[in-house]
């Protein structure tokens, strides 16, 4: 079942925005305190709300970039990686894509190029926490 964009535009938006400010304020508890993974968890839970959304809007791009977005704030939140200063600045790079992707959809453009930079950024540090776990065994 699709959204009916036109009749729920801003509603969708204004919830989609609403998750985008707390990520933004999320990032910044991380960096005072790297051990919070109570944070972690809520921003792991704001992220499946935006990939949800991203699905009910027919996304599918975006919807990929928050999934793998989840499985970093899974392995951050379960110490498969260790939250680090790189690992802050890397999310606070995905938070900024998020909201460009969703403002692109909103005014529906096309996604900005930025997503793919900073979605390879993601998709190495997952593929070598991947490669971390492989090798303990």
Known sequence: MTLDLCQHHDTVFHKLTGQLAFLDLAVLVLERDHNDRKIVN??????????????????????????????LLSQMRDDVITISDSVIRLLRRCVD?????????????????????VRFNLQ???ARSTETIMSDY
Do not use: C, K, N
């Open 124 to 126: 190495d540090m997952l």
């Open 42 to 71: 809520q921003m792991l839970r704001s992220v499946q709300t935006i990939r949800s959304t991203s699905r009910r809007l027919e996304d599918p791009e975006l919807e990929q970039f928050a999934l793998e977005l989840e499985d």
């Open 97 to 117: 894509a998020l909201e460009s992707g969703v403002e692109s959809l909103r005014l529906g453009l096309p996604l900005p190029s930025t997503l793919d930079d």
